[in-house]
């Protein structure tokens, strides 16, 4: 009797337990909110480029917006003639991304992939102009 009592126990301990990994899982699958659909940021650089889509992307803080990886000249330049797209809402967001550094790190290395590969496409493509035989 004892016996069944106790595989009645783990068994409910085990089922709980498997109810408990689930819902953390669905949790942390929410909580990545659209961190979820930035996965290589060099594929998406290049699919935009090709495209025709020349922009750019950054990360949107409390007074400015953050452009990982271009030098200060390369920052001037992008700032003046293409557009720049936040990676984070801030508007549709409770919490600030300062506040979680787990996420400002993804962000920030997606921005800096992304921006870099870019960046590479559109001095690629400036040189070959320049090096076109003109008659």
């Not at 068994?11 to 990545?32: H, N, P, Q, W």
């Not at 917006?65 to 992008?78: F, I, N, W, Y």
Request: hydrophobic letters at 35%; glycine letters at 4%.
């Amino acid at each position: 009797m004892k016996s069944q009592s106790t595989f009645s126990l783990l068994a409910c301990m085990a089922s709980l337990c498997l109810f408990t990994l689930s819902a953390v899982a669905d949790e942390i699958k929410d909580s990545r909110g659209d961190l979820g659909r930035i996965n290589d940021p060099v594929q998406d650089a290049k699919q935009a480029y090709h495209n025709g889509i020349k922009e750019f992307v950054g990360i949107k803080l409390d007074q400015s917006l953050l452009l990982p990886g271009l030098k200060s000249k390369q920052e001037e330049m992008v700032r003046e003639q293409y557009a720049i797209r936040a990676l984070n809402q801030r508007w549709q967001t409770y919490s600030t991304i300062e506040q979680d550094p787990r996420r400002m790190n993804q962000l920030k290395r997606y921005a800096n992939r992304y921006n870099l590969t870019m960046i590479r496409l559109i001095e690629k493509e400036q040189l070959e102009q320049q090096r076109q035989y003109r008659y």
